[in-house]
Nanobody, 119 residues
Framework: QAQMVESGGGLVQAGDSLRLSCAASVQTSSLYAMAWFRQAPGKERESVAT???????NYADSVKGRFTISVDNAANILYLQMNDLKLEDTAVYYC?????????????WGQGTQVTVSS
C-alpha cells in the first residue's frame, strides 16, 4: 500500500503563489498517472491537474495558465505550483496516484492539505 503525504498548504492572499508537495512511498517513475484534486466546502471533488508517465499534463480550465503540475522522479515527489491564486481556489487539495491505465480510477490518495485564499 503506497503512502501519499501532502504538504505546503496554508493561508494566502489573492494573487499570491503557493507550492504543494506530495511525497510518495513508491517510485513515481513507475506510475501511469499522478494528479491533484480539490474539494471546496459544499462542492464535489474535482480534478485540478494530472500528469501521465511523468510528462503529459492536463489541467482543469479554471487553473490553466496559473497552475503547473510536475514530478521529481528522483525524490518521488509530486508538485503543484499555484500562481495568481483566487478566492475560488480555496479547498482541500489531495494528491493521487494511479499505477496502471485502467477504468478503476486512482489507487492511492493523500490525506489532503488545506489551501485558503483570502481577499
Amino acid at each position: 500500500q503506497a503512502q501519499m503525504v501532502e504538504s505546503g498548504g496554508g493561508l494566502v492572499q489573492a494573487g499570491d503563489s503557493l507550492r504543494l508537495s506530495c511525497a510518495a512511498s513508491v517510485q513515481t517513475s513507475s506510475l501511469y498517472a499522478m494528479a491533484w484534486f480539490r474539494q471546496a466546502p459544499g462542492k464535489e471533488r474535482e480534478s485540478v491537474a494530472t500528469i501521465f508517465w511523468g510528462t503529459t499534463t492536463n489541467y482543469a480550465d479554471s487553473v490553466k495558465g496559473r497552475f503547473t503540475i510536475s514530478v521529481d522522479n528522483a525524490a518521488n515527489i509530486l508538485y503543484l505550483q499555484m500562481n495568481d491564486l483566487k478566492l475560488e481556489d480555496t479547498a482541500v487539495y489531495y494528491c493521487a496516484a494511479q499505477m496502471y491505465p485502467s477504468n478503476e480510477g486512482f489507487d492511492y490518495w493523500g490525506q489532503g492539505t488545506q489551501v485558503t485564499v483570502s481577499s
